[in-house]
């Protein structure tokens, strides 16, 4: 499969415990975005991230959010001490160098669906 | 105010029929112009891309943008049963960041 990976795909922690999420992008992309979807509101830019580089990570939340795109593997998303309202759906997106600041053509993932209990 | 807005439908359509879907914005220094389509469970992917005002044809989908309105249509002509899904439309500043600034959506069935 040459898209963009997610796992899991569904995600269940109670409160106080750690979510990781990871992201393989597609083949020859450098670039990676993660996105959060609550219900009845749309996409949310949470980080964007090239190898061993956070570029912008604006979007994400102050505390227990973080996000790393290692030279070898898959990007994390991490959440410690989850709480209710993280329960979303969280996609990753990728892009190779050249488009991504172009066109705003992002390739998804399916997404991975946290719920906390 | 939100910097795009989008109406959430859901919007029902008998096929063959022909679809309007918008967003306005707020922001004037948005550069490109995106929707997506999404359906349920999955991820979003991208069926149109505009930079200027005016309108992209590609099939049964035409995109339109009127930057002094600050609004994008997306029009779906001869809509099928498969073009039931949300429609996100998505927008950004250019530049190296890429961040893409998405409407909620609009629910989209199309009834055979």
């Known amino acids: 499969n040459a898209g963009v990976m997610q796992n899991p795909r569904h995600l269940v922690r109670r409160r106080g415990q750690e979510a990781r999420l990871r992201c393989s992008p597609m083949?020859?992309?450098?670039?990676v975005y993660w996105y959060r979807q609550l219900p009845e509101e749309g996409l949310k830019f949470m980080v964007y991230?090239?190898?061993?580089?956070?570029?912008?990570e604006s979007g994400m939340p102050k505390e227990r959010f973080s996000a790393e795109f290692p030279k070898e593997g898959p990007s994390i998303l991490r959440i410690q001490q989850v709480v209710r309202g993280d329960s979303a759906a969280y996609f990753c997106?990728?892009?190779?160098?050249?488009?991504?600041?172009?066109?705003?053509?992002?390739?998804f993932g399916e997404g991975s669906r946290l719920t906390v209990l | 105010q939100k910097e795009v807005e989008q109406d959430p439908g859901p919007l029902s359509v008998p096929e063959g029929a022909i679809v309007s879907l918008n967003c306005t914005y707020s922001?004037?220094?948005?550069?490109?112009f995106m929707w997506y389509r999404q359906y349920s469970r999955k991820g979003p992917e991208l069926l149109m891309y505009?930079?200027?005002?005016g309108n992209k044809e590609d099939g049964r989908f035409t995109a339109q943008v009127d930057k002094s309105s600050k609004y994008i249509s997306l029009f779906i002509r001869d809509s099928q049963p498969s073009d039931s899904a949300t429609y996100l439309c998505?927008?950004?500043?250019?530049?190296?960041?890429?961040?893409?600034?998405f409407g909620t959506g609009t629910l989209l069935a199309v009834q055979p």
């Open positions: 991230l090239q190898k061993e580089n956070i570029i912008d």
């Open positions: 505009t930079y200027s005002s």
């Open positions: 998505a927008m950004n500043y250019g530049g190296a960041t890429n961040k893409l600034i």
């Open positions: 997106a990728s892009s190779p160098p050249r488009l991504a600041s172009n066109t705003g053509e992002l390739f």
């Open positions: 922001n004037s220094a948005f550069q490109y």
């Open positions: 083949k020859g992309h450098s670039h």
